[in-house]
């Protein structure tokens, strides 16, 4: 039936459209994505809003393989996804990506926006005027890090452990 096989045709060229497109996603280079998640940490500094989707960060990085499509942990209003291998943002390893936001309500305050757990090595100058030109917060509590990194099933190793918050909250603190 010349009908069937023209929607047959029609099925496998969208199949091979949506299976090209997941290979260009998976071959963004490093360096964008850690500006797509730069940008999903950026605030608008007159209005105090961040400037993009995380979600679209996320889905990034999903498709190159450095994390997993569905999170490792969920707690509370946010979802942790730990890295696969090894990411350089900031100028530190990044370990986890954390991702607030409101699905279904549990419970008070949820903080919407994107946080980060980074392993630091050395000079950290460039995460500190990111978190402040950004209006991030900077957590650096070795306990406060230590707590959750052993919440997310992770003995942390040596070495020293920041996280980076970016949400909606910390962009309106002063």
Same mark, same amino acid.
């Not at 989707?53 to 569905?70: M, T």
């Given at each position: 039936?010349?009908?069937? &096989?023209?929607?047959?045709?029609?099925?496998?060229?969208?199949?091979?459209? #949506?299976?090209?497109? %997941?290979? @260009?996603?998976?071959?963004?280079?490093?360096?964008?994505?850690?500006?797509? +998640?730069?940008?999903?940490?950026?605030?608008?500094?007159?209005?105090?809003?961040? #400037?993009?989707?995380?979600?679209?960060?996320?889905?990034?990085?999903?498709?190159?393989?450095?994390? @997993?499509?569905?999170? /490792?942990?969920?707690?509370?209003?946010?979802?942790?996804?730990?890295?696969?291998?090894?990411?350089?943002?900031?100028?530190?390893?990044?370990? @986890? #990506?954390?991702?607030?936001?409101?699905?279904?309500?549990?419970?008070?305050?949820?903080?919407? %926006?994107?946080?980060?757990?980074?392993? #630091?090595?050395? /000079? &950290?100058?460039?995460?500190?005027?990111? @978190?402040?030109?950004?209006?991030?917060?900077? +957590?650096?509590?070795?306990?406060?890090?230590?707590?959750?990194?052993?919440?997310? %099933?992770? &003995?942390?190793?040596?070495?020293?452990?920041?996280? +980076?918050?970016?949400?909606?909250?910390?962009?309106?603190?002063?």
């Amino acid at each position: 039936m010349p009908g069937t &096989r023209g929607r047959r045709g029609q099925i496998a060229a969208a199949a091979v459209a #949506v299976f090209a497109a %997941g290979a @260009a996603l998976a071959q963004v280079p490093d360096a964008e994505l850690a500006r797509s +998640l730069a940008a999903a940490m950026g605030v608008n500094s007159a209005t105090g809003a961040r #400037v993009s989707d995380e979600g679209r960060a996320i889905r990034a990085f999903i498709g190159a393989g450095y994390v @997993a499509r569905r999170p /490792d942990r969920r707690m509370d209003y946010t979802d942790y996804r730990l890295m696969r291998r090894p990411f350089a943002f900031l100028g530190q390893a990044l370990v @986890a #990506v954390e991702e607030e936001y409101l699905d279904r309500y549990v419970g008070c305050c949820v903080n919407p %926006g994107v946080g980060a757990i980074l392993k #630091v090595s050395g /000079d &950290r100058s460039e995460l500190e005027a990111f @978190a402040t030109a950004n209006r991030c917060r900077l +957590l650096l509590d070795p306990r406060d890090v230590a707590d959750a990194l052993r919440q997310l %099933g992770i &003995r942390p190793a040596e070495g020293t452990f920041v996280r +980076l918050s970016c949400r909606e909250r910390d962009a309106l603190a002063d």
